[in-house]
């Protein structure tokens, strides 16, 4: 049965001063959902060593820690003798196979005038063919130490470190001014997107989740929609529950690894049920109510398709201040989302106070101590 409490006159006037936004119950779907403890974990490929190719002294590093870096963006300055060696050489190289490139066609020159044999023009082909695979091979090795061979015009000994993918120095691994050996890891980067939930789920609704299925999150006052990925197929040893992993976008939210937190699994849609706004919730005496409008039941429905907020003013004739303009009805939660929530003891279409329902809770707690809102 509806229970019913009505406000007094003089609490009524009080609110008929207060601007308080009413909408219409509407008919929603919802599906079953289920709590489930849930830890924010790290794959073990979302960390990446950025690591040094040639042996050298770290001179300087462009990032610190926390910092958000992106693929090509310089990490560390590295000075290496190796390299030095390395650039002298390629300039080197690069010098005698112009030289040998000349001399192989002079000697075919005279080759075709019948001024030389062709065992003298081999063995310059040879030659140049030596100093062509030389300079290659150096070629590739600077390349991949992402010197730029085109424009190297003098030797140089700067080694330059550059992050291979984007996101967030979380460790420094070599500190600065150490010298280091080839394939020593520098820097330690966690790549973005790399944040995964994972959820325990009881062993009764195995049959019954799926991939795709929404989890829903609460962090720094914001909620963070994952949808399942993988469900494990061993459970988890300590608790004997199944292991759910569901994606997270980091760039939503500072996220820490292994922190733990609530989240809610919403399986799939089954049936519509009336529904009104989660901050229309208020718990009073012990129950949770809905402050339902009662006078505009025959206005609601001009409102309803934009959904704006009604205001009561000063206006209102004074037949309609003798009476209490909310009453406040007990429902019955029986379903929710991350917005709504499906009530009995509500109808479809009546006005609901969507916000600052708290207000009025206060208001009426007043005059229930003889304050009247004062």
Sequence with gaps: MTKIFLLTSILALTLFSVEIPTKSAKMREFSKSIELNSQIVQLSNAKQSIMSLVDGHIENYYVKVGQSVKAGQKIALIESIVLSDMTANFISLKTQLQTQEKNFQASKSLYEKGMTSMQELNQESIKRDEARAKLTSLKSQLNTLAIETDTLKVASSNYILYAHSEGVVSQILQPLHSSIKEETPIILVTKDQAFYLKSFLPLKYASKVKIGQKIVIDASDEKIVSKVTKILPEVDEKTQRVVLLSNIDSSLNKLYENAYTSARLYFDKTKKQVAVEKSALSFFNNE?????????????????????????????????????????????????????????????????????????KSQLLKSSLGGHGH
């Design 288 to 360: 949770w109510v809905v402050f339902i409008s009662k006078h505009d039941e025959h206005e609601a429905h001009d409102h309803d398709e934009h959904e704006h907020k009604k205001v009561h003013d000063d206006h209102h004739e004074h037949d309609d201040k003798d009476e209490a303009p909310y009453e406040v009805r007990v429902v019955n939660i029986v379903a929710q989302d991350e917005e709504f929530v499906a009530v009995e003891g509500v109808e479809i279409g009546e006005r609901y106070v969507s916000d600052k329902s708290y207000y009025v």
